[in-house]
């Protein structure tokens, strides 16, 4: 009975980030950068449950995700599934709330966003005259800085206690 | 053995698991154009279109639209009629061929408003509050009144999904709207580029580009943006060059669809393939 409490929780609060992700992300979007809300909700599962949540919930995300923004199908759903199963190696029964808490949080979802972006720019943009490391320089590191960025001003206004975290 | 086995499998049911998942997306990108998936694309598209939908409508109850929307109308429909009037200007030899164009003009306009953006590496994609209910079509282009913003790839009976030209799936053929120079624009690496552009080309920074009666998706002139730089020039045997999109697809909230699924056919073989796949 826990468990679907908590997948009905998981998908209130990925309700959330898919509305932030569509309706906020174009108003703070820098040029054409953009954070990624929906990486930071899967890096968010990975650590605070381990690779198969991780995985299972960026290949979902990822999913619906494409099924919807009309990209190409299964491109976000590979890159976020490789993302949230990185980001399982993170996972520590005791101490996940608090890398949750702290900013080595916010270096997890530098790295998971670096893959992320990296593997999505891989299927999306890569053609022969696109060379890969100017490719992943150009399309990866710059929204995976800002949603880390992102992530950063989250740790400052996440509740103290770590009772009130979804697990 | 069995049993080894047993142990070695839920040791590593994380590996299996991503392997199955990674597997699986990768079969997604290989069937993504069929026929049944799209099926399955259009109905999710049209369950967050309709949650979308009811959502503005709510918040859009106690915002007069309708003025802005003819304003915003009049506008687009003078671009529309100033790139015709830009294309009378050009010498003789180019103005007869202009005369086989159509008249952009007459065109059907429907105006629409963004719903949703979907921001992904450097591309946008958008839905609009107007779908098949009001007419509209898979392969209609969609603009403003600075020029092209989009072509529809998908439509439900009240919204539709607009691949914009911030898009690595969208390739225009495309031409400086003073010469005969035709090129491709494509996004790539987060710049609007126009690609295969013949060196004896003719193009200056600030050049208007405009969309190409060679091409069989938007064949009537439509500008698309502003020459920003040329990539080396001294190097190759084409000339690539830089735009400055004419839309900032980024930030628009107001468009309006053509209601014309361009149509261009050789030997009675339909060369637009949003039509063939109507």
Not at chain 1, 11 to 31: A, E
Not at chain 2, 85 to 104: A, P, W
Not at chain 2, 220 to 244: C, S
Request: net charge positive; aromatic share 14%.
């Amino acid at each position: 009975m826990n468990k679907y409490k908590s997948i009905l929780k998981y998908f209130l609060v990925f309700s959330v980030f898919i509305s932030l992700q569509t309706v906020l992300v174009p108003l703070i979007s820098v040029g054409s950068f953009s954070p990624d809300f929906l990486l930071i909700f899967v890096v968010y599962l990975g650590v605070m449950r381990g690779h198969i949540w991780g995985s299972t919930a960026g290949f979902i995300t990822g999913l619906l995700f494409d099924l919807i923004s009309g990209y190409l199908l299964g491109s976000s759903a590979f890159s976020k599934t490789l993302s949230g199963f990185v980001a399982g190696y993170f996972y520590n029964e005791i101490k996940s709330v608090q890398i949750i808490k702290s900013v080595s949080f916010v270096l997890i979802v530098f790295l998971c966003s670096l893959i992320n972006f990296s593997a999505f720019a891989v299927f999306t943009g890569f053609d022969s005259v696109s060379s890969l490391p100017v490719l992943l320089f150009d399309q990866a590191l710059p929204p995976a800085v800002y949603t880390s960025l992102i992530t950063l001003i989250y740790i400052f206004i996440v509740p103290k206690s770590s009772g009130d975290y979804i697990k | 053995m069995i049993e080894f086995a047993k142990k070695l499998f839920l040791s590593l049911k994380h590996y299996f698991l991503l392997l199955f998942l990674l597997l699986a997306a990768s079969f997604l990108m290989s069937v993504s154009e069929m026929q049944g998936v799209q099926g399955v694309r259009k109905l999710a598209f049209a369950s967050y279109s309709f949650f979308t939908n009811s959502l503005l409508s709510v918040t859009n109850f106690f915002i007069p639209t309708s003025e802005i929307e003819s304003i915003k109308l009049k506008n687009a429909e003078l671009m529309l009629e100033n790139n015709k009037l830009r294309e009378l200007i050009v010498q003789n030899e180019e103005l007869k061929s202009l005369l086989g164009f159509k008249d952009t003009t007459s065109f059907d306009l429907e105006p629409a408003y963004v719903t949703s953006r979907f921001l992904s590496n450097e591309q946008v994609n958008f839905t609009i509050n107007k779908g098949a209910g009001s007419g509209l079509k898979i392969g209609m282009p969609v603009i403003t009144g600075k020029g092209l913003a989009g072509i529809i790839t998908e439509v439900t009976s009240y919204s539709s999904n607009v691949q914009t030209i911030k898009n690595y799936d969208l390739k225009l053929v495309v031409r400086n709207d003073k010469g005969k120079y035709s090129g491709i624009m494509k996004w790539t690496n987060g710049k609007l580029l126009v690609k295969n552009l013949p060196k004896t080309a003719q193009i200056e920074r600030g050049d208007r580009i405009i969309t190409s009666p060679e091409s069989s998706i938007v064949g009537f002139p439509v500008a698309v943006g502003y020459v920003k730089e040329i990539i080396d020039p001294e190097k190759g045997m084409f000339n690539d060059i830089v735009l400055i999109p004419a839309v900032d697809v980024d930030r628009i909230d107001y468009v309006f669809v053509i209601k014309h699924v361009y149509s261009k056919q050789r030997g009675g073989f339909e060369l637009n393939y949003y039509n063939r796949n109507e």
